[in-house]
């Protein structure tokens, strides 16, 4: 069931016009601008029921934009995070695959990357999703 819900993630941010890169899970700094990187982040129980387990999952993004100050860098920075959002934050959340998606934090910072400047974010996206008890492979 993660390994559905983060496909479906990657593609439905690959779909975002004029992004350059989407990786999952990076092993290194991006070199195409946009970008959008996807973290696996942090997953709890949050109910268990006699068939099914209800997962809270936290994905991590961060996207990057070429540039390291000024109003037009912070535009195009805002831009790629509303772009996220929109992608993400839908009804049914994530085609059906998960109960509730919802935007958590956000942080702004100056990133040196390949060592040029450039503007970020990272955004958490909570998710919550079941899968049948015993098997988080399977939805419930």
Sequence with gaps: MRETIFAEIERRLNDIAGIQL????PSGDPDAFP???IFDGNQEVVEEGSA????????MLEGFVEGASGANVH?????????????LITE???????ETISEA?????????????????GL??????STQRGNPAMPA
Excluded: N, W
């Design 22 to 25: 989407v990786e999952r899970m």
């Design 35 to 37: 970008c959008l990187s």
């Design 92 to 98: 049914p959340p994530l085609g059906g695959l998960a």
């Design 52 to 59: 099914h387990t209800r997962h809270s999952l936290t994905v």
């Design 124 to 129: 958490d996206i909570q998710i919550e999703f």
């Design 75 to 87: 535009a195009a920075l805002s831009a790629l995070y509303a772009d996220a959002v929109v992608a």
């Design 105 to 121: 934090g956000m942080r702004v910072s100056v990133a040196e990357l390949a060592s040029k400047r450039r503007l970020g974010f």
